[in-house]
Nanobody, 115 residues
Framework: QVQLVESGGGLVQPGGSLRLSCAAS????????RGWYRQAPGKQRELVAA???????HYVGSMKGRFTLSRDNAKGTVYLQMNSLKADDTAVYYC?????????WGQGTQVTVSS
């Protein structure tokens, strides 16, 4: 079993930055891929960014160039640095971790971009 705990969400003005963290505990040696999804009100959950166990990253759409995903395998933690935030980035952000058998999810952290 793997447990994920997100932190770092909050209220930020347009153009500002936030860094989200997702700490894993439990059977972290079983984890391969990690990443983040987000879900805005009235919209489907969408992939934000993903990172493989060797550090290869993949970003989706408008997040390219603004968001940076990194991981510290020793700590079992991934970080999502979000810069140049826009109102459209407002959503609940969920981290995930993939083991060979299943995907684990965090509880979500709210990010609100507003002046």
């Amino acid at each position: 079993q793997v447990q994920l705990v997100e932190s770092g969400g909050g209220l930020v003005q347009p153009g500002g930055s936030l860094r989200l963290s997702c700490a894993a505990s439990g059977s972290i040696s079983s984890i391969n891929g990690r990443g983040w999804y987000r879900q805005a009100p009235g919209k489907q959950r969408e992939l934000v960014a993903a990172i493989t166990s060797d550090g290869t990253t993949h970003y989706v759409g408008s997040m390219k160039g603004r968001f940076t995903l990194s991981r510290d395998n020793a700590k079992g933690t991934v970080y999502l640095q979000m810069n140049s935030l826009k109102a459209d980035d407002t959503a609940v952000y969920y981290c995930y971790a993939d083991s060979r058998l299943r995907r684990y999810w965090g509880q979500g952290t709210q990010v609100t971009v507003s002046s």
